[in-house]
């Protein structure tokens, strides 16, 4: 029996590993290899020397990502809390190895801090509930706190001062790839009970939800598409295309929201 038990822990734990390399493997294409590394303008060298370290800290992301499944149901801001403590314990160690790798710098430790805001947020809204439509767009703006973190290593291993401008054009259309993901599975996490930005909006707006978005949609894009021009003609054109790429098809169609629920 004990056997048994072992090897059933075993299977489970290998099952883990292989979702989590696979979720890695396909945010990093999107983002890093698809996404920063030509907004960049990397050379082929260039993108080799920040693979290996930037995976590496994408695929770490989702341990993370594990101690805030386990705590889907406790209050982080509870005195005492252990799996807080851990969480802060996983964040010291993800500063200690990029210290250590040398790939820190001000803009990582900016995304480090933004990430713990990010899971203390999605813990206070699955337990205590989503209180207005700002808290829900808050989160949707902090998700991407791991991708970005990748992003601004990268400066940080190539020995480059932080493009700041092309981190703030970037920023919206992060955001709006986020919550073009939660449009894809919006039925899929309703059914599941997983978070999902366009759920909540429905959830407090009902059936004006979806007019609620999209406003919220167009808003990012011309945040994003203003920054764009002050980029110069030759870059601005190649941008476009990288940014909109990650957007545009999956935020054209805002699903008919789901009022009614199974108890």
């Known amino acids: 029996m004990g056997n048994r038990a072992t090897m059933a822990r075993v299977r489970e734990r290998l099952r883990t590993e292989h979702a989590v390399l696979s979720k890695s493997r396909g945010i990093f294409r999107e983002y890093v290899t698809e996404l920063y590394h030509p907004a960049q303008e990397l050379t082929r060298w260039q993108r080799a020397r920040c693979t290996p370290l930037t995976f590496l800290v994408e695929y770490l992301v989702y341990r993370v990502d594990a101690v805030a499944e386990d705590s889907r149901d ?5 005195a005492d809390n252990q799996h807080y403590d851990k969480l802060v314990r996983y964040k010291y160690r993800f500063e200690a190895l990029l ?13 480090l801090d933004l990430g713990e805001q990010y899971v203390r947020l ?7 509930g989503v209180a207005d439509q700002q808290q829900v767009l808050r989160l949707a703006e902090l998700r991407s706190s791991d991708v970005r973190l990748l992003h601004a290593m990268t400066f ?4 480059r001062p932080i493009d700041q401008d092309l981190l703030d054009l970037l920023w919206p259309v992060e955001v709006l790839a986020d919550i073009g993901n939660d449009l894809e599975h919006y039925t899929q996490d309703v059914a ?3 978070f999902n930005t366009y759920d909540a909006i429905v959830r407090l707006h009902g059936d004006a939800a979806p007019a609620r978005l999209r406003a919220q949609l167009d808003r990012y894009e011309a945040l994003f598409l203003e920054r764009l021009g002050s980029f110069p003609a030759a870059r601005r054109d190649r941008l476009a295309v990288l940014g909109t790429r990650r957007y ?11 009022l009614e629920r199974a108890p």
Request: glycine share 2%.
């Open 74 to 78: 406790l209050d982080l801001d509870v």
């Open 99 to 111: 210290r250590r790798a040398r790939a820190h710098n001000d803009a990582v430790a900016r995304q």
């Open 122 to 128: 999605e813990n206070k809204v699955t337990t205590h």
């Open 156 to 159: 940080a291993i190539l020995r």
């Open 192 to 194: 599941s009970g997983q």
């Open 248 to 258: 545009r098809q999956r935020t054209a169609q805002i699903p008919e929201p789901i």
